[in-house]
C-alpha cells in the first residue's frame, strides 16, 4: 500500500547548490502534503506544507512545489547546507484530522 | 522546546511480554497520533486518538495494541503481547488545529527480544 513514494532513496549535493527531493502519490483525495526533516534518533521535524489549493509555498531555503494533475510533489533547498543533511520523507493526507502517508524518505547529504 | 515528550526512550523486552509506552503533551491537546517506524522502512500509521476515542486505526492496530489516556493527561500505546517485528521507533505526534501540521515526538525505541 505504497500511496505515497520517493524514488530515490539518497541524494548528495555540494554545498551552496540546489537539492531537490522528489515524491509522487497515488491518491487523489489527498489534499495536503508536509515535508518533514528527521535525523537519527530523533521525532520527524516539520519543515514545510502545502494544500491542494496552491502549487507552491515558500519559507525560506525552502520551497515546496505541487503539481496536482503528475501527483508530484517537490522539495527544493537553496542553497544546502552541510546542516541540512537528514532524512527527508513527504506525507499527504486526505483532509484535516486524517492520518498522514508518509512516504520512504530521501537522505540527503550536503558535502561541505 | 519539544511540543510532546515520549517515555521511556528506549525500551527493551522479552517476546511475549506487554509494554506500555507514554506520550505526555505540553500543554492540553485534544488530538493524538501513534506511528511506528520499523528500521529502514517509512514511518507508518497506527492510530489516531481524539477526545478520549479512537478517530481512526490502521490495519497494523490490531487487537494486541491499545490506547487510553489514564490520567487525563498522558496518552499511552499498550502491545499486549509483544513479538519481535514490534521492533521499531514509536512516535506520539500532536496537531496543530490552525495549520493541520503535525508534531512529533522524539519517539520511544522499542526492541523485542
Known amino acids: 500500500d505504497q500511496q505515497v513514494k520517493q524514488n530515490s532513496p539518497s541524494l548528495s549535493v555540494q554545498e551552496g547548490r540546489i537539492s531537490i527531493l522528489n515524491c509522487d502519490y497515488t491518491?487523489?483525495?489527498?489534499?495536503?502534503f508536509l515535508w518533514y526533516k528527521k535525523y537519527p534518533a530523533e521525532g520527524p521535524t516539520f519543515l514545510i506544507s502545502?494544500?491542494?489549493?496552491?502549487d507552491k509555498n515558500e519559507d525560506g531555503r525552502f520551497t515546496v512545489f505541487l503539481n496536482k494533475s503528475a501527483k508530484h510533489l517537490s522539495l527544493h533547498i537553496v542553497p544546502s547546507q552541510p546542516g541540512d543533511s537528514a532524512v527527508y520523507f513527504c506525507?499527504?493526507?486526505?483532509?484535516?484530522?486524517?492520518?498522514?502517508?508518509f512516504g520512504t524518505g530521501t537522505s540527503l547529504t550536503v558535502i561541505p | 522546546e519539544p511540543e510532546v515528550t515520549q517515555t521511556p526512550s528506549h525500551q527493551v523486552t522479552q517476546m511475549g511480554q506487554e509494554v506500555i509506552l507514554r506520550c505526555v503533551p505540553i500543554?492540553?491537546?485534544?488530538?493524538f497520533y501513534w506511528y511506528r517506524q520499523i528500521l529502514g522502512q517509512k514511518v507508518e500509521f497506527l492510530v489516531s486518538?481524539?477526545?478520549?476515542?479512537?478517530?481512526?486505526k490502521s490495519e497494523i492496530f490490531d487487537d494486541q495494541f491499545s490506547v487510553e489516556r489514564p490520567d487525563g493527561s498522558n496518552f499511552t500505546l499498550k502491545i499486549r503481547s509483544t513479538k519481535l517485528e514490534d521492533s521499531a521507533m514509536y512516535f506520539c505526534?500532536?496537531?496543530?488545529?490552525?495549520?493541520?501540521?503535525?508534531?512529533f515526538g522524539p519517539g520511544t525505541r522499542l526492541t523485542v527480544l
Open positions: 506525507a499527504a493526507s486526505r483532509n484535516t484530522g486524517n492520518q498522514f502517508y
Open positions: 491518491n487523489s483525495m489527498f489534499d495536503y
Open positions: 502545502i494544500s491542494s489549493i496552491k
Open positions: 500543554s492540553n491537546h485534544l488530538y
Open positions: 486518538f481524539y477526545n478520549n476515542e479512537i478517530s481512526e
Open positions: 505526534a500532536r496537531i496543530d488545529s490552525y495549520t493541520d501540521t503535525q508534531y
